[in-house]
């Protein structure tokens, strides 16, 4: 069974860091590209930042290019989002998402709620 | 950024009534990567449909998808219960992967 658990999600002040981890498994972690999602409450769905297997290509919505940085780890079949220089319009559910076909997601975490905040 | 437009915003519908939701791009979406997602109240999303028309592993045959180019649907031929939530289309042609607002499936 496919299984990507999210965690690292707070309540942080404005200007302050994050990081997320995402920790898989149940598939071989370094065939695939990964993403993160993100999803204000109550709202629509955003993609934020992806990984290729090997680490070689990594890109970023523009709303978190130069603040986000995603890495991976996979001897650990693990994920991570740094979050630098947090705003309050992050505030969201931060999913992590395994891809198939580049860039459509056949499997999702939970999600991890991250809350920016004074 | 190709700019996702899904309409309509909420669709009421009877149990086993047939439900078509749209999606417009604001450019061709190459080689039809255009994918469907399903999102219950607190869930995450659920792969539908993937390559426009190709259904995701699991996927019961009364969902449909269909389009090309701009212009895309998802059909729901007879609503069942678990049927009703919030369906996304997302694009994954060209970076940035955008997702359109969501259609909010209803109960009439």
């Known amino acids: 069974e496919v299984r990507l658990v999210e965690s690292g999600g707070a309540l942080v002040q404005p200007g302050r860091s994050l990081r997320l981890s995402c920790v898989t498994s149940?598939?071989?972690?370094?065939?695939?590209?990964m993403h993160w999602v993100r999803q204000a409450p109550g709202k629509g769905l955003e993609w934020v930042s992806s990984v290729t297997w090997n680490s070689s290509k990594k890109r970023y919505a523009d709303s978190v290019k130069g603040r986000f940085t995603i890495s991976r780890d996979n001897a650990k079949n693990s994920l991570f989002l740094q979050m630098n220089s947090l705003r309050p319009e992050d505030t969201a559910f931060y999913y992590c998402?395994?891809?198939?076909?580049?860039?459509?997601?056949?499997?999702w975490g939970h999600g991890t709620l991250v809350t920016v905040s004074s | 950024e190709i700019v996702l437009t899904q309409s309509p915003g909420t669709l009421s519908v009877s149990p086993g009534e047939r439900a078509t939701l749209s999606c417009r791009a604001s450019q061709t979406v190459t080689s039809n990567y255009l994918a469907w997602y399903q999102q219950r109240p607190g869930q995450p999303p659920r792969l539908l449909i993937y390559?426009?028309?190709s259904r995701a592993a699991g996927v019961p045959d009364r969902f449909s998808g269909s389009g090309s180019g701009t212009d895309f649907t998802l059909t729901i031929s007879r609503l069942e219960p678990e049927d009703f939530a919030v369906y996304y289309c997302q694009q994954y042609d060209i970076s940035p992967f955008t997702f359109g607002p969501g259609t909010k499936v209803d109960i009439k």
């Open positions: 149940g598939f071989t972690f370094d065939d695939f590209a």
């Open positions: 998402a395994k891809a198939l076909g580049g860039a459509y997601f056949d499997s």
């Open positions: 390559a426009s028309s």
